[in-house]
Nanobody, 123 residues
Framework: QVQVVESGGGFVQAGESLSLSCAAS????????MGWYRQAPGKQRELVASITSGDSTMYADSLKGRFTISRGNAQNTVTLQMNTLKPEDTAVYYC?????????????????WGQGTQVTVSS
């Protein structure tokens, strides 16, 4: 139904920047929100940033000011600009897509995940 693909991860040194992209494709859905999560080794997955269909954004408190989420140039895409990266930012970053499918008799919400893209920041 919905496919989610991330790109842009890589290996950088502390203080450098990376930009991640996420693209959702498929049919029969309407996207209500897209966001980025990350999971570092030995830690639980956590929210990084999200953006709604109404362009409301939300950030993890510790990341606000360094990371920026925005809509991409193509439809159903988002970007995550990560500046002044730190070693503790090292993680697999996952794109999440929240969708809704409506009909005259039903309203179904779903979440779809990409396979993740690795971000490694060396000190």
């Amino acid at each position: 139904q919905v496919q989610v693909v991330e790109s842009g991860g890589g290996f950088v040194q502390a203080g450098e920047s990376l930009s991640l992209s996420c693209a959702a494709s498929g049919s029969g859905f309407r996207i209500t929100a897209m966001g980025w999560y990350r999971q570092a080794p030995g830690k639980q997955r956590e929210l990084v940033a999200s953006i709604t269909s109404g362009d409301s954004t939300m950030y993890a408190d510790s990341l606000k000011g360094r990371f920026t989420i925005s809509r991409g140039n193509a439809q159903n895409t988002v970007t995550l600009q990560m500046n002044t990266l730190k070693p503790e930012d090292t993680a697999v970053y996952y794109c999440n897509v929240h969708t809704v499918v409506s009909s005259s008799r039903s309203l179904i919400h779903d979440d779809y995940w990409g396979q993740g893209t690795q971000v490694t920041v060396s000190s």
